[in-house]
């Protein structure tokens, strides 16, 4: 096969690739408003907290200012922090009834942490809940966040909702890799396929804001299903599937924002991570990588030149 057809291939790829990206965001992704709703559904929102003193206070208050659920309960677990987040968390919440203190215990064998950290929550929260919202702490929710967010599971008839959240990006390395995951799902997962078929492999899914109804997540094996995995979100997502439920996606930029990693460090140790999970070995990661760089710098481009990009 000569160059020149192998890069005619590679570039009908890459445009193939591009318009599938953009049918998906801008036809299939659904897309809750974030406008005033309310609900009458019982919901617990679940945050797993280790040492997050430093950040736990404004998404804390988010949560407390949630509006449109008058059955909102916050379940808070303190998993062997050593920086005294559980005082913060008690100063936040300064006696709100609404707020459960919980002091997580160490994972059994075969538990990773945040996996059994969640299980602690969800088998600990109200039972008279019918919702249950895990949030991580690097998270900051819309005041109508959680009741559009539990509206969009039900209008969707699903067990599992992933709004994923805007990504927050303040230099040239958060630009090129905070979005990756989302970017992935976008590019290579037809978003109503996903909703419709009931292969597990057709799957994904953000923990640092997952709405699940409770009777579906247990009926999955909660947690306990995917003790033992890292990508925990994505594996949930796949056992909701295998128990026939089903699972969306959705874009939740004007209900959440997140800021998930402060410095390179922790940025390249957190997706190299996820990236080696999801795909197996660092080269394939590291061509995703890549691609995900030739997608910024074709999009830039098509951009400059006016024309609609991917």
């Not at 659904?30 to 040492?51: K, N, S, W």
């Not at 303190?78 to 609404?98: E, I, K, L, Y």
């Not at 997140?258 to 940025?267: A, G, I, K, S, V």
């Amino acid at each position: 096969m000569s160059p020149s057809l192998v890069a005619l291939i590679a570039l009908g790829v890459l445009a193939a690739l591009a318009a599938h990206t953009m049918v998906n965001a801008g036809r299939w992704l659904r897309r809750p408003a974030g406008d005033p709703v309310t609900i009458t559904e019982r919901v617990a929102v679940l945050l797993p907290l280790r040492d997050e003193a430093a950040r736990v206070t404004p998404c804390l208050r988010a949560l407390l200012a949630q509006r449109g659920v008058p059955g909102l309960r916050v379940v808070v677990l303190d998993d062997g922090s050593g920086d005294g987040t559980a005082d913060v968390v008690r100063a936040v919440a300064a006696g709100d009834p609404r707020v459960t203190l919980l002091t997580g215990v160490d994972p059994p064998p075969g538990w990773l942490g945040k996996p059994h950290a969640c299980w602690q929550l969800a088998t600990r929260a109200d039972p008279s809940a019918t919702v249950l919202v895990f949030v991580d702490a690097d998270v900051l929710l819309g005041p109508y966040a959680v009741a559009a967010a539990v509206t969009e599971l039900r209008a969707a008839g699903a067990a599992l909702l992933s709004p994923y959240p805007r990504i927050v990006v303040r230099t040239a390395a958060d630009r090129l890799v905070q979005p990756l995951l989302q970017w992935l799902w976008l590019t290579f997962l037809p978003l109503r396929a996903m909703e419709r078929s009931p292969r597990p492999s057709l799957a994904a899914a953000g923990g640092q804001f997952l709405v699940v109804d409770r009777a579906g997540y247990l009926r999955a094996g909660g947690h306990a299903a995917v003790a033992d995995r890292v990508l925990e979100d994505i594996e949930l997502a796949r056992a909701v599937k295998r128990s026939a439920g089903r699972i969306t996606l959705v874009d939740g930029s004007r209900l959440a924002s997140c800021r998930m990693y402060e410095t390179w460090p922790q940025l390249r140790d957190g997706y190299t991570k996820s990236l080696w999970a999801s795909f197996g070995h660092p080269i394939s990661a590291a061509l995703v990588v890549t691609l995900r760089s030739y997608h910024l710098r074709k999009r830039r481009r098509l951009t400059w030149r006016g024309r609609p990009v991917g």
